[in-house]
């Protein structure tokens, strides 16, 4: 990408609309120039193109259609790298033509099959969240400070969402209860609204799923779908999810729990539906690659 370099007391630098603010020049050689913020984010130039850069800063970069947000590459604890991708700030919508839309006023589409739900996806020009996206955006949540209730990683619990009933609410609802907090922050600053609650979403299981994405086999011990989160089970406020062995073949994964939950909400919540059914419960998220 061609970008420009303004030098203040640090330098800024853009690229089209986007810009990355504070960096300072670091280094110098063969051509190439390294800065760096305060963070320790860096970047290299060469030639006014960035060559490499750290994933929060190649983000904030990142041309992104209304309505996303920047997921920046992650690295899973089991070792997985989940290359960056752009995600739906909200849970999907439908439009009054039946088609995929973004509006924070209405309430999630729901009652809609899992296999539907793909081709929804499909026909807008998107797809369907895959397993190893929604275990990114998760582990990457959960290692924001401020996404715990002590404000520290790991002090207290990680906010849980809507899950005590009432019904489904539309995206620009504002719980009542502090305690339901549907809005969390990655390490880029975007923010992304009820993966922790409202509707469960259903998700493109590419770990245990066969081709069209549906469980194909048991949850293994060293599944990246059981152990990213870091805790046990329902603790922590990472939600519910089942032990190694069980096997939910011929299911759908569906994930981050729904207005009923209760504790068994959260970021890293799993669980299943029949891909052929819809319900008021399971509503579906769309990325862009």
């Known amino acids: 990408m061609q970008v420009e370099l303004i030098q203040e007391a640090t330098f800024t630098l853009r690229a089209g609309t986007k810009a990355v603010h504070g960096l300072f020049h ?70 009054t033509n039946g088609t995929v839309s973004f509006d924070p006023t209405l309430k999630p589409w729901t009652n809609i099959s899992f296999y539907d739900a793909q081709k929804a996806c499909e026909a807008a020009g998107y797809n369907m969240i895959t397993e190893t996206q929604w275990l990114a955006i998760g582990h990457n949540l959960s290692q924001q400070d401020c996404n715990w209730t002590g404000g520290k990683v790991g002090e207290g619990d990680l906010y849980q969402g809507i899950r005590k009933g009432g019904g489904a609410k539309p995206g620009d609802y504002v719980p009542t209860d502090a305690t339901e907090r549907r809005w969390m922050t990655l390490s880029n600053g975007a923010q992304v609204c009820d993966f922790n609650g409202n509707v469960f979403q259903w998700v493109f299981d590419n770990v245990q799923g066969n081709e069209k994405g549906v469980a194909a086999k048991a949850f293994e011990a060293h599944s990246p779908s059981l152990t990213t989160a870091g805790y046990p089970s329902q603790t922590k406020g990472v939600g519910y999810r089942p032990n190694a062995g069980c096997d939910w073949s011929g299911y759908a994964l569906v994930r981050g729990g729904y207005w009923r939950s209760g504790d068994y909400a959260g970021v890293f919540r799993l669980g299943y539906g029949g891909p052929v059914y819809g319900v008021d419960g399971v509503g579906f998220r769309c990325t862009i690659k």
């Not at 030639?47 to 800063?57: A, H, M, Q, T």
């Not at 190649?58 to 309505?67: E, H, K, M, N």
């Not at 070792?79 to 919508?93: D, E, N, R």
Request: charged fraction near 15%; glycine fraction near 8%.
């Open 26 to 95: 670091v280094s110098e050689w063969e051509g190439m120039n390294k800065y760096q913020n305060s963070a320790g984010h860096i970047l290299i130039l060469n030639n006014g193109k960035v060559i490499k850069g750290s994933p929060e800063l190649l983000a904030s970069l990142a041309d992104v259609p209304a309505g996303f947000v920047q997921v920046p590459e992650t690295n899973l604890p089991c070792g997985l790298i989940v290359p960056a991708f752009k995600v739906a700030q909200h849970i999907s919508t439908k439009s």
